[in-house]
């Protein structure tokens, strides 16, 4: 007879509206304080939180001012990359100029970065190549169209 109140009482207890929602709010929120504290558990150990935030700054500074462009790769210009940013060889080629260099095959890489200058790298060993911008190969002498 025992048992048989017992159960009733249990089954009474869990049956009424306001125990069910008390006891749902309590055991939400301790699971919510439990995974909050493992979480942060792991984020300290495993120092993932900088991780974390560092991805999340790198990929919003990428949407915020965007990429920088490949456009020149060993000494080779992408005419792709040019055409699709819109760049002139002749911009390139005067780029290059002002950085002293005047050989494409001296250039390692070549960026367009999204503020709109170029940022070039060069090689350590130039190779040779064709000069950007042609020299006359003999002065010009007093005569007409002798060069």
Known sequence: M??????????ALLSNP????????????AAVYFISYL?????DKYDIGRAVTNYVKQKWDMLKHGNAV??????????DKL?????????VYAALRS??????NEVERLFLIPDGQFTIYKK????????????????????????
């Open 2 to 11: 025992i048992h048989s109140i017992l159960l009733y009482s249990d089954t």
């Open 18 to 29: 306001s125990f069910n929602y008390i006891s749902g709010i309590i055991l939400t929120g």
């Open 39 to 43: 979480l942060l558990y792991f984020f």
């Open 70 to 79: 490949l456009l020149v790769k060993d000494g080779v210009l992408q005419l």
């Open 83 to 91: 055409y699709a940013e819109n760049i002139t060889t002749q911009q």
């Open 99 to 104: 950085s002293d260099i005047n050989n494409l």
């Open 124 to 147: 350590q060993e130039p190779a040779p190549g064709l000069p950007l911008f042609q020299y006359a190969e003999k002065e010009l002498s007093g005569t007409r169209g002798e060069i």
